[in-house]
Structure formats: structure tokens, C-alpha cells
């Protein structure tokens, strides 16, 4: 080895530190790499569990669809296509994965009343809630929860747009590029997702909860 | 009044929208009553959106494996100079001791940063004739698709080039057997001409002036 070819080679060793998704991942393609993919994994996690919660409306599916992505994106890495954006892929796999679960509970009728008005799932906790916490606190949990509710009411093609934009803060066209569909439609879609959302949000904050009913005094 | 498309305002809502058309669309929303409703009603929605938040894991900074080890080895290192920082109190000592920890130290950055050198330079040959051979792959399976695509389309081109011949010599031919029975056509006029010409010279050859009486 030259001269020359030893100072690139130092130069790549210097990029090989900051190594990009694509890059890390065509080692996982290429060499099955165990450390590459829990690199990946660690990048990752955050992001795809938040979207998978928003998406299932409830943390513990959140997860385990988080775990299902990641399980997925090893078992299908010889799909990969370097070409492309890493991030376009892994959005979509999620995505694919949470649409898939909510269509499975759908088909098992599995949505009790008490799913369907958002009470079955676990609610947003904030951590250590406990009896002695200022009101502000419980405000913000209950807020949140009806927030959470309200969105799980939107049908998936909008509250697909709605989540991947709003809290995942992808752009019009990466959206366009995850979901496989035209530019102009996702942002239709995000103006009718936030009309709607504005709509169910009233709907559910006007609704009284569910122990109120059960407590009322049954007339005969 | 022409309102901005949804598309529009949501490309303005989401700040994806060059300077000009935001100030265009800014300019509308001043003037019209019905879209800055629309547009509240979103912003409304944005903010109760924010509303649920979520803890995501925190990612732990992670650093090269090289670096982790040369990590470690300070660590020990570290580790054994500041016992045995108490342990000898004498300063001589103490500096002697510090001069040898640091080259110890060196030593074995150098090594780890060595050893992870060359198996990072291992691995990047590796990457780099996995990534030629799947070039060239791709290289031969693309000329071998414009070739045939190049083939093919010659084909084609030929094809069509011997369909306009044959029907340019169908019309050619065509041609020839109209011309040939116009001048058949003509021969014969030509002939009942001459026919006509022949007799009539005949006549004119046979002609005698009939007798006259001379008184």
C-alpha cells in the first residue's frame, strides 16, 4: 500500500466513526453484522417506538410493534436496496407492520366498547403520577389522553399522514415516498386528517367518561 | 374570491412554501375571513396535537469499539496510577510512576488503535471487492439488457422497413399495369386512326371525276 492509498485509507477510517444509516445497514446486508444492526437498532428505537404508540395508541403495542419492525427489517435485510434512503425503508416497514396489527384486531373483533372509546387501552401515564401531584399534572395526563383518543378515531390513511408529519416531522415528500403515493395527495390528506382530529377531539371531550355511566342509578 | 388549494395552506402551515407564495398566500389570508378560520381550526388541531407526548428511550452515545477499548485501558490505567499514587508517596516516585502509566498508556492506544486499524481496513477491502463484484454484476446484467433491448428494437426497425418495400412495390407494380393499359388504350386509338387514314386514302386514290357532257 502506497502513500496515497494509506492516506485515504485513513480517511475512511475517519468516516467509518460517523457512519451513515445506509452505510451501517449495508454492513447488516452484507455481513449479517450483529454490532451494525444493534448500532441501527440503538438509532432507531426512539423514533420507530413513537410512531408505532401513535400509531397503536398505546405504549405496550407501541413496543411491541417497535420489537416487530426491528425483527423484520434483520429477517428481510437482503431486500434492502442500498440505492435507497434507509430512513424511506424502515418508516415504511413500521408503518406496514402497525397497519397490518390494526386490521388483524379489527378482523378478530377484538375492539370492545371500552377500546372503541379509547379506555381499553392503557392510558398516557406520566411517570411516578401519584395522588399528591399538583392538578396541572393530572390536566396534562387527562389532556393527553383525550388527544390520543380523539386521534385513534381517525382512520389509519389519515392518522398515518397525521403522525409521520406532525410528530415525526417528515417532509410532505418523504411521507410521499414512504407511503408510495403522490405528493399533492398526502397533503390533502393531512388537511382533512386535522379537520377531522379537530372533530373528534370535540366529540371526545364532550363525551362523559365511562365510569360516569356506569354509575349512574339504573331507572326502572 | 380564488381561495388557496388545502394543499396550499398545509405547505404554509408546515413552512414548506417559498418566500413568494407565502407572502402571496399571506396576503389572501388578510383579506379573507373564511380561510383564516380554515387556518385557525388547523392551528387549533397542531396545538392539541402537542398535547400528548411521549418518552422515547434515550439513545446512549455510542463510540467506535476502538475507542471504547482505548476507554478501558485508560480507565485501568487511571485506575492503577491512583492507587498507586497512595500507595508511594515519595514524589520521585510518583513521577516516575505517572512517566511509565502514560507510556504504558500510549503503548496501548497505539495498539488498540492499531489492531483496530487493520481490522477496519480488513473489512473495508472486504466491503470494497464485495461492492466492485456487485458492480460489475450489475454492469453485465445492464449491457446484456441494452444489448438485447438494442436487438430488439433493430427487429423492429427492419421489420417495418420490409413492410414499407413490399408495400411500395405492390403500389409500383400497380402503377405499371395502369400505365400499360393506358397505352394499350392509346396503341388502339392510334390503330383506328391509322385504319380510318388508310381508307380513306383509298377512297381518295379510287376517286374519278364523273363524266361530263360537251355539247
Redesign the interface.
Known sequence: MNGKQEFY?RG??LA??SSSDEQVM??VQ??DDA?AFA?LS??W???I??LC??MMGD?HRGEDMAQETFLRLYHKRKDYEPTGKFSTWLWRVAINICHDELRRTKRRNETSIDEQRGEGSSP?EP?SLSDNQPDSTME?AE??NL??Q??MQLPEMYRTV?VL???EGL??REIAEVLGIPE?TV??R???A??Q??SC?RQTRSRPPLTVILDQPRSL | MNHPS??E???FL?E?IDEKTANRLKKHLHDCSQCRAQLN??E???A??N??????????A?L??W?QWAAAVLILFSVGYFSGKEVHSAANQEQRLAKNVKAEIQAQLAIALQAA?AQ??Q??S??FE?ALLRIEQNAKQETAAVLAAAEKAHGEETSKIYSIIATLEQQRIADLSLLRKELETVALNAEDGFSKAQRQMIQLANYQRPATSIK
Open positions: 485509507m475512511l477510517f467509518q466513526i449495508w454492513r452484507m455481513h454490532t448500532e440503538q438509532r428505537r426512539g423514533r417506538q413513537a404508540t401513535r405504549p398516557v411517570e396534562m389532556e393527553a388527544v390520543r380523539a386521534l397525521l408529519r406532525h410528530y417532509k410532505f399533492g397533503k390533502s393531512m388537511s382533512e386535522l379537520t382530529f379537530a377531539y | 388545502p394543499e395552506w398545509i405547505d408546515y414548506e381550526q388547523w387549533q388541531s397542531r392539541l396535537l398535547r400528548w407526548k411521549i418518552e422515547v428511550p434515550h439513545r446512549p455510542s467506535p469499539a475507542m486499524e477496519w481496513k473489512d473495508v472486504r466491503q464485495h
